[in-house]
């Protein structure tokens, strides 16, 4: 009988023995083989998209093996193939999302190739923008700290253990986007437990590393962040990089603060099958590469240093190529998912906001003496923070005071608004605090607070101001629990202090947009119009299992007609309920926001005029909006006139009145008329902003011209 070859000394492989290094070349192996498979598959056409981690594979068996899955926390990258398989998803899992069928266990066929996730795991959902990973991971590592902070973490957050960290990655020109650098100023601000990987290939597709970062290394140009542990290695020697690895993981774990390991890699193929690197990359570079490949040293490697035998890596190969070609199999015949899976879990199943569960709205106020809408709010905070201890508030000068021992000597700034005054001298600053003053970066840790069972009520201080978050609130808080197939979920409550009529609130503190946000499926967006609207309105957002953007508009913060007594802390109102706020036989009124009042005045002033009787409907919630209530009114009246803040063209109004005149065309007597802002931003001068916005007059003038008909 042949005598195996003997590993001489475990040490000097950094404590792996030699079935610990077979297993690792035999995931790297996988790895690939999944690559090629797809990419067999995708000329075939049985696939739809192929993108590879080709080249990537050392470096990552090397970090799946120092981490622990189901007790770390990831947020890998799609070259992360052989992480996730180290981490132990399986080839068929995989499969089953190139050919999208309804098993694919990440998402169920809704997201692309590469994109993998396991709630068993703690593999987060995976996007395609390229960088919103790294604000999602430090919320998901500040959840934890906030936990401890407050007191019994593990009933606090899912999966926690005290020397838990997570883990983010991406390649080294994802570096380049600006959430990479507000995240690494929040975890060293915080010292939070998150190891970066940036996997350096050299190209974001054609574009070489010398071109997306200054000097051409990403290590050096983040040295200066404070606390930040950063190891380079070459990431195609998987020992090497495990022991770099090993070295960060118990950096995070100490609670030193975050790490980051830049490791060198190849990218043997182009960057996916969309792309051609002939095009752009020399043929010896790309034979540089090959000399430099993983799969092919490693297996040199091992058979040197007599780990394993030509033989014994003849059969991990065979085992592998089987392994993948009946997982191949099974997911080409699996079936699709059926078409009406398409609109599952754009919402939460579980809780419906609209139901009646929702609604006290019949409750009468038991509080005495009126109240702001500011007022309504900050007491609808307080009374939800009492009841769940899960609520963290925080935003740009949110806190009372962060300097802690200044609180018994100042008064406090609780907001520029005043809304969260005194909520952190309450509850404390692990749960009211402040941040930079970047969206992206509030937005971004939202997602992460949530995805661990907190309940993120991020403030947006102006609306004006939302658009460096638009990345994360486009493409990742409502699309979470839908592309995750209803594995995760992201609900929050993104409060915003919106609209105009400020007399010199101007360009940049007067905007609307509630229709950018309408637009998107699984984001609820509600704008109550009245303090005890704002009161119950907010206790509902509080209470969904949904990302909610409530929209409080500064005008009506501090108005008198408005204002209403506390109603108590379990008064609640549903989502997509309107209220009519004045009874009407002759014309409806659709509006919302700071035009309710206007278009009640509006509607007063013409009945004394003329006798005409206009009902006046506030919608209060805009997604959903209460269609029911819009059809009764408008079949009463027979006229529908739609009035909004916002600019008239491609406004929130226009497609209210486009669904009036396309369903209840036969109920019409005249047009659908809207009266909305001009075509233009708002302005400094008072004259000009009073041109510019819809007042008293024009409603007046809609409902003279309409009621003609």
């Not at 190891?231 to 774990?253: H, I, K, N």
């Not at 929050?492 to 105009?500: F, Q």
């Not at 509080?542 to 008064?571: C, I, W």
């Amino acid at each position: 009988m042949a005598v195996q070859p003997q590993v001489d000394s475990i040490e000097k492989y950094y404590g792996l023995d030699k079935e610990t290094m077979l297993r690792m070349f035999r995931t790297m192996y996988t790895s690939r083989r999944l690559d090629d498979k797809e990419i067999n598959l995708k000329r075939l056409n049985k696939i739809f998209f192929q993108i590879s981690g080709a080249g990537h594979e050392a470096v990552l068996v090397a970090a799946g093996l120092a981490l622990r899955p189901g007790y770390d926390w990831f947020y890998p990258y799609y070259r992360d193939r052989a992480l996730c398989l180290m981490l132990g998803l399986r080839p068929v899992d995989m499969l089953m999302q190139a050919t999208g069928a309804a098993a694919d266990p990440s998402s169920g066929g809704r997201q692309m190739p590469s994109h993998w996730s396991s709630p068993r795991l703690n593999i987060a959902p995976q996007s395609s923008p390229t960088g919103t990973q790294f604000l999602q991971a430090v919320g998901c590592a500040e959840a934890a700290y906030r936990a401890e902070l407050i007191g019994n973490p593990e009933s606090l957050v899912t999966g926690y253990y005290s020397d838990g960290i997570v883990y983010v990655s991406a390649g080294e020109c994802t570096t380049s986007e600006g959430e990479f650098f507000e995240s690494l100023n929040t975890a060293c601000n915080l010292k939070l437990p998150v190891l970066y990987l940036i996997e350096d290939n050299g190209y974001a597709i054609s574009v070489p590393v010398e071109v997306q970062t200054a000097g051409g290394s990403i290590s050096k140009l983040v040295a200066g962040f404070p606390g930040l542990y950063i190891q380079e290695v070459d990431g195609c020697d998987p020992l090497a990089s495990y022991q770099v690895m090993r070295q960060a993981v118990s950096y995070c774990r100490e609670r030193r603060g975050p790490a980051l390991v830049h490791a060198h890699v190849i990218r043997p193929y182009s960057h996916s099958l969309s792309d051609d690197e002939v095009l752009y990359r020399p043929k010896t570079e790309r034979e540089d590469d090959a000399l430099h490949d993983p799969i092919n040293t490693f297996a040199a490697f091992l058979v040197k240093e007599g780990v394993a035998t030509p033989g014994d890596i003849d059969r991990l190969k065979k085992e592998a190529d089987d392994e993948v070609n009946l997982a191949a199999d099974e997911a080409v015949a699996a079936p699709k998912p059926d078409r009406s899976a398409a609109t599952l879990y754009v919402y939460s199943p579980e809780v419906d906001p609209t139901s009646a569960a929702f609604d006290s709205e019949d409750s009468q106020p038991a509080g005495s003496g009126q109240k702001t809408m500011v007022d309504l709010i900050n007491a609808c905070l307080k009374d939800e923070m009492a009841r769940d201890e899960h609520i963290v508030v925080f935003g740009e000068d949110v806190a009372d005071c962060s300097r802690e021992e200044y609180l018994e000597s100042v008064k406090g700034k609780g907001g520029v608004f005043k809304c969260t005054y005194n909520l952190q001298r309450l509850y404390g600053a692990a749960r009211v605090f402040n941040t930079p003053l970047a969206e992206d970066n509030i937005i971004g840790r939202s997602v992460g607070l949530a995805t661990r069972g907190l309940k993120p009520v991020p403030e947006i201080q102006f609306f004006d101001y939302i658009w460096p978050a638009m990345q994360q609130l486009r493409n990742e808080v409502p699309l979470v629990r839908w592309r995750s197939n209803n594995n995760y979920k992201c609900p929050m409550v993104i409060r915003v202090a919106a609209g105009g009529y400020l007399s010199g609130g101007a360009i940049y503190h007067s905007q609307s947009g509630e229709s950018i946000f309408t637009h998107l499926p699984g984001l609820r967006v509600v704008m109550p119009a009245t303090a005890l609207d704002a009161n119950g309105l907010l206790r509902t957002a509080l209470r969904s299992d949904d990302p909610v953007m409530f929209l409080e508009h500064k005008h009506l913060y501090r108005q008198t007609h408005n204002k209403a007594a506390y109603p108590g802390p379990d008064y609640m109102i549903p989502f997509g309920k309107a209220r009519v706020v004045r009874e009407g036989a002759d014309l409806s009124i659709i509006t919302f926001g700071a035009t309710v009042q206007r278009s009640l005045v509006a509607a007063r002033a013409v009945q004394e005029e003329s006798g005409l009787s206009v009902e006046v409907l506030d919608l209060r919630s805009l997604s959903p909006y209460d269609w029911d209530a819009i059809a009764g009114s408008v079949s009463k009246t027979s006229r529908a006139l739609v009035v909004y803040e916002d600019t008239r063209a491609w406004g929130y109004g226009a497609e209210i009145a486009a669904r009036i005149s396309d369903e209840l065309f036969d109920q019409l007597d005249a047009p659908v008329r809207r009266v909305a802002a001009l075509n233009t931003y708002v302005a400094y001068s008072p004259p000009l902003e009073d041109a510019i916005l819809p007042q008293v007059a024009d409603i007046t003038a809609a409902i003279v011209d309409l009621s003609r008909y």
